[in-house]
């Protein structure tokens, strides 16, 4: 079993940043791969970004590449989104995730624990 909590969500305007946390606790938490989703009211949850399951390779959406990175403190057990240039499209509540095994991390259906969700609001 692996808990997760986020944390960091907030309001901010277009073009500024923020920095989201996932802490992760239970056992072996530090063996399970990390991805981030996000969803918009009325619209599916969308994978946003990931590392695998050795934390070596990260993965991104099209839609945030070059603007959120994905990193991690294994020492914290907590992963961390970076998110700059947002833009309003983003407004979202982001969902911290984790999973076992390797491939498909843009899946959200392959991840097993999930965290509350923290909510980002951009405005324009």
């Known amino acids: 079993q692996v808990q997760l909590v986020e944390s960091g969500g907030g309001l901010v305007q277009a073009g500024d940043s923020l920095r989201l946390s996932c802490a992760a606790s239970?056992?072996?938490?530090?063996?399970?791969?990390m991805g981030w989703f996000r969803q918009a009211p009325g619209k599916e949850r969308e994978f946003v970004a990931a590392?695998?399951?050795?934390?070596?390779?990260?993965y991104y959406a099209d839609s945030v590449k070059g603007r959120f990175t994905i990193s991690r403190d294994n020492a914290k057990n907590t992963v961390y989104l970076e998110m700059n240039s947002l833009k309003p499209e983003d407004t979202a509540v982001y969902y911290c995730?984790?999973?076992?095994?390797?491939?498909?991390?843009?899946?959200?259906?392959?991840?097993?624990?999930w965290g509350q969700g923290t909510q980002v609001t951009v405005s324009s």
């Open positions: 590392f695998s399951y050795n934390g070596i390779t990260t």
């Open positions: 995730a984790a999973r076992r095994g390797a491939s498909s991390y843009n899946n959200r259906n392959k991840y097993d624990y």
């Open positions: 239970g056992r072996s938490a530090s063996l399970y791969a």
